[in-house]
């Protein structure tokens, strides 16, 4: 609604329907509609996404060897050129996408990246951005994660390199990822280079 609309306009006419003043004395409204707790049909189904979402995460949570705390982390794959993971580790390429894991529990964290993984694949996106935090030991739980995060992103076929941020998105607290380019933004990068020359 685009209008502007003075003191005295009717505004349950706007609205279609009726507006009801507070009560004296109160200055909340009451709420007529509270929100029922979840049918078990509802808890069926939300159980049962989740059982399917674990029947296909093939990340580990077997044990981790734990990085150094303060130690960056950086992997490439064979075949991707250390070009690439030099501007990857300078921050060259900007994150499309965020996932905190900051104080999750491991298996939580297991879980999100998954699934984070998997949409920023469907959804053709090349550079995201993980942060899970940077504890002041060894055995933290920010480190724990963070080993695990290290493990999980060589699991990915589709990672082909990721490596500590820079301190303006969360230095070793969070890590860049690259992921491969799919066959559709490759056709659509052919079809681009093609109208170019045509």
């Not at 150094?68 to 921050?91: F, S, T």
């Not at 298996?107 to 949409?119: H, K, P, S, V």
């Amino acid at each position: 609604m685009n209008r502007c609309l003075d003191r005295d306009t009717d505004f349950s006419r706007l609205l279609g329907e009726e507006v009801r003043p507070l009560s004296k004395g109160r200055d909340k409204a009451d709420i007529v509609n509270s929100p029922s707790a979840p049918s078990e049909a509802q808890m069926a189904r939300r159980a049962s996404a989740v059982e399917e979402g674990e029947a296909t995460n093939f990340l580990t949570d077997e044990f981790v060897d734990l990085l150094p705390h303060h130690d960056p982390i950086e992997h490439r794959r064979d075949g991707i050129q250390i070009g690439v993971l030099e501007r990857l580790r300078q921050g060259g390429y900007a994150p499309e996408a965020r996932l905190y894991l900051i104080k999750l529990p491991v298996r939580q964290c297991r879980r999100e990246l998954f699934a984070f993984l998997q949409d920023a694949i469907e959804h053709d996106l090349r550079c995201l951005l993980v942060v899970h935090g940077r504890g002041k030991a060894l055995d933290s739980h920010a480190n724990v994660v963070r080993s695990y995060v290290a493990k999980w992103l060589m699991q990915f076929d589709q990672v082909q390199a990721y490596a500590s941020a820079q301190p303006v998105h969360g230095g070793i607290g969070a890590t860049y990822v690259m992921l491969r380019k799919s066959e559709r933004a490759r056709a659509r990068n052919r079809e681009r280079q093609q109208k170019r020359r045509g």
